[in-house]
Every structure is written in structure tokens, then in C-alpha cells.
């Protein structure tokens, strides 16, 4: 177990001193066969779907691009459709939102999804990590 009251560790010679530490349980994969859509966005936008763009994902959550503006703290239905055909269609929360223009979002599964971590690493052809 790492003991982060440590003043700082060696990593190839260099202080990591002023720098933070990834806490990240889940590996984030880029993926660029993998098409994403949000949903059940709220009464007033019933049956509508928004394309968005994937930035990166993990079997927790993903971080997407869109052009639309959406509310933190939403919940909402996440579409993953991959192109072998395989669809997941997850419930999820919207966690962050970055400043514009880019319209990111960071987007946590409502529980760890390990179907789907274990398809990602199925259908794999590149292996690009984040």
C-alpha cells in the first residue's frame, strides 16, 4: 500500500516533488470505434439523443465531447455502441464539465461495469493508453 504522507519518491532519477499522483483504480483506453450518444436527459427532452464524441473511457466511466451544455449532477442513460455491433446502454451521472469551448464531460457509471471493461479489452486493435 502506498503511503502518501511521504515527502516524495524517485521515479527514473526525477522528484515527482509538486506533482500529483494519478488515484485512478481503472485503466482509461482511447478508442476511436466506439460511438456514444446520451439520453433521458430530463421531462422536458424525452426521446431525444445527443451525439457525443469519446475521449477516453474505462469500465467506470467516460469523458466525452459535445456541443451541446449539459448540467452537472445529471443522471442520465449513456449509449456505447461499438462497431462489431455490440451495444451497452449504461445509467450514469455527469461528474465534471471542463470550461468552453471544449464541452468535456467526466461521466462515472452508476457501479463498476466489468462486461464492459472486459469487452473493451476484448475488441482491443490498439493498444493507446491514457
Avoid at 19 to 24: A, G, I, V
Avoid at 41 to 70: H, N, W
Avoid at 75 to 97: D, P
Amino acid at each position: 500500500m502506498l503511503n502518501f504522507k511521504e515527502k516524495s519518491e524517485t521515479i527514473t532519477g526525477l522528484s515527482n516533488a509538486g506533482l500529483t499522483k494519478n488515484l485512478r483504480v481503472a485503466t482509461r483506453f482511447i478508442r476511436e470505434d466506439i460511438s456514444v450518444s446520451i439520453s433521458d436527459l430530463g421531462l422536458f427532452e424525452m426521446g431525444k439523443i445527443i451525439p457525443a464524441k469519446l475521449m477516453d473511457i474505462s469500465s467506470k466511466g467516460v469523458l466525452i465531447s459535445t456541443d451541446r451544455k449539459l448540467r452537472i449532477h445529471k443522471n442520465i442513460t449513456l449509449t456505447l455502441q461499438f462497431e462489431t455491433g455490440k451495444t451497452f446502454s449504461i445509467k450514469a451521472i455527469i461528474v465534471r464539465r471542463s470550461d468552453p469551448p471544449n464541452h468535456e464531460y467526466g461521466i462515472k457509471f452508476d457501479h463498476c461495469f466489468d462486461e464492459l471493461g472486459d469487452y473493451l479489452l476484448e475488441s482491443q486493435r490498439k493498444l493507446i493508453f491514457k
